[in-house]
């Protein structure tokens, strides 16, 4: 549940600032809120300890956030600026020809080196993302916009490869993929130092190896010149006399 509103405050929405000294001072408390939820997570986050921690009076943050749920979403809107980058760095201008893994590989080890320098750099963003934003329908909104767009972006990537997809396909198959990138990621911050950076380079074997799987699949399987095999049908059943059954 999201804590730190009153009834007074839960209507009124934030005061953008109007000058730099108010941007700064903006950006100082939102880079406070990160810390706190990197640490806390979303439940735990106290809009008294993120005060503190900006080392401002609590007056000044309510001043420009009136409650915790305008604080996460513009933490949230911030995440989502910074992620625009990488989202369209995650298709190149001219996609690699279907098959061509070495291009893939290259494509991928790139993708996975600027998700992983955001997580690093965010470590707040994966416990924003994961929380249970169902008491705040903006930020919940919010979340479902950045998923979206990541999930948009690795569809983009597959029909480069395996333009044969359905929407559907590729939709389940970037659920799978943020899945499993986020599972590593997130494993490579418990792990020993000297394992994270191997750690990537698996993942990114692991995500090539999963689109190229699916490029073979989708390829057409004719040869130059050659018409297309038939497919094999099945066998009909037989009835009890012996006879095929249409």
């Known amino acids: 549940m999201l804590g730190g509103m009153s009834a007074a405050s839960a209507s009124r929405p934030p005061r953008p600032p109007r000058q730099a000294r108010g941007h700064a001072r903006v950006a100082r408390l939102l880079d406070a809120a990160a810390a706190e939820l990197a640490e806390s997570g979303v439940a735990a986050l106290h809009m008294d300890a993120v005060a503190r921690r900006a080392g401002t009076a609590r007056g000044s943050l309510y001043q420009f956030f009136p409650n915790k749920e305008a604080l996460l979403d513009a933490l949230a809107a911030r995440y989502a600026d910074a992620l625009a980058a990488v989202h369209a760095a995650m298709l190149p201008a001219e996609a690699p020809a279907p098959g061509d893994r070495v291009a893939l590989a290259t494509v991928v080890a790139a993708v996975v080196r600027d998700l992983a ?66 599972g590593v ?33 989708d390829a057409p399987t004719t040869r130059p010149g050659r018409a297309a095999a038939p497919r094999r049908q099945a066998p009909r059943a037989a009835s009890s006399r012996g006879r095929v059954q249409p």
Do not use: K, N
């Open 117 to 182: 320098a955001f997580h690093d750099a965010h470590p707040g963003f994966h416990r924003l993302v994961m929380a249970d934003a169902s008491a705040s329908p903006l930020l919940a909104r919010r979340i479902e916009t950045i998923r979206a767009t990541l999930i948009a972006r690795l569809g983009a990537l597959l029909h480069a490869y395996a333009p044969a997809c359905t929407a559907a396909e590729r939709t389940r198959r970037a659920w799978v993929m943020v899945a499993v990138g986020q």
């Open 185 to 217: 990621l997130l494993a490579r911050d418990a792990a020993p130092v000297r394992l994270r950076a191997a750690m990537l380079r698996d993942l990114e074997g692991l995500l090539v190896a999963f689109i190229a799987g699916i490029a073979a699949d």
